[in-house]
């Protein structure tokens, strides 16, 4: 089963508001990856960290890979429509570094 | 570079039938990989293949599901007598090797909308 907690569960914001999301886990993880997905879409790959305390951009986007290396953060500034959207981060083990393990994701609803 | 695509994007069929996936990966990626994907619910890895060989399954992959990557390139995902319970998204990504020992960047396809009925 799923190890990754994902929080919060969903999110209602207005245009231009800053966003912050997060990602837990019980075990060291030593990539984490932050996808976006729309309905009926294939997530879509917006940041990836592979380093302790790697703290990455994108755009608006910024996401960091905990020092501790269970946890990772993603933070969206100046939101906007577009944004709306299922967000999920996803990690690899040592030793399983092929395999994904997912979040149960962030649904982001934007208030124009 | 067109990303990974997979064939049909939507199937619908009756319970017993047999079904089957088609993912094309990115090319020249070597690595390629099929999660399945419920409602409310992230992706799950189902299976992996380095080239055309299968370097692991999920025990969620049960004896009913078959993966093949028979030249290295495209890859099939067949389901034998479907119930309703495999009702989901079926979703291929593909990978090149970023760094031995390190995960590479997965990028996924459109996915493959399965029902059940």
């Known amino acids: 089963g799923q190890q990754l907690n994902q929080s919060p569960q969903s999110m209602f914001i207005q245009e231009g508001e800053d966003v912050s999301m997060n990602c837990t886990s019980s075990?060291?993880?030593?990539?984490w990856l932050w996808y976006k997905q729309d309905p009926g879409e294939g997530p879509v790959l917006l940041i990836a960290?592979?380093?302790?305390?790697e703290l990455t951009s994108n755009g608006r986007l910024t996401a960091q890979f905990g020092i501790t290396r269970k946890d990772s953060f993603l933070n969206i500034s100046a939101s906007i429509p577009s944004d709306v959207g299922i967000y999920f981060c996803a990690g690899s083990r040592q030793g399983s570094n092929y395999k994904l393990t997912f979040g149960k994701g962030t649904l982001l609803t934007v208030n124009p | 570079d067109t990303g990974v695509s997979q064939d049909p994007r939507h199937k619908i069929t009756k319970r017993g039938q047999n079904v089957t996936f088609r993912c094309d990966p990115i090319?020249?990626?070597?690595?390629l990989y099929w999660y399945r994907q419920t409602l409310g619910q992230g992706p799950e890895f189902l299976t992996y293949?380095?080239?055309?060989?299968?370097?692991?399954k999920s025990r969620l992959l049960s004896d009913r599901f078959s993966a093949e990557r028979p030249k290295g390139s495209f890859s099939t995902l067949e389901i034998q007598r479907t119930e309703q319970g495999d009702s989901a998204m079926y979703l291929c990504?593909?990978?090149?090797?970023?760094?031995?020992?390190?995960?590479?960047?997965?990028?996924f396809g459109p996915g493959t909308r399965l029902t059940v009925l």
């Open positions: 293949f380095q080239n055309e060989a299968q370097l692991e």
């Open positions: 990504a593909s990978s090149t090797v970023r760094e031995a020992g390190s995960t590479d960047t997965q990028y």
């Open positions: 075990s060291i993880f030593n990539t």
């Open positions: 960290l592979y380093k302790a305390g």
């Open positions: 090319s020249e990626h070597n690595r």
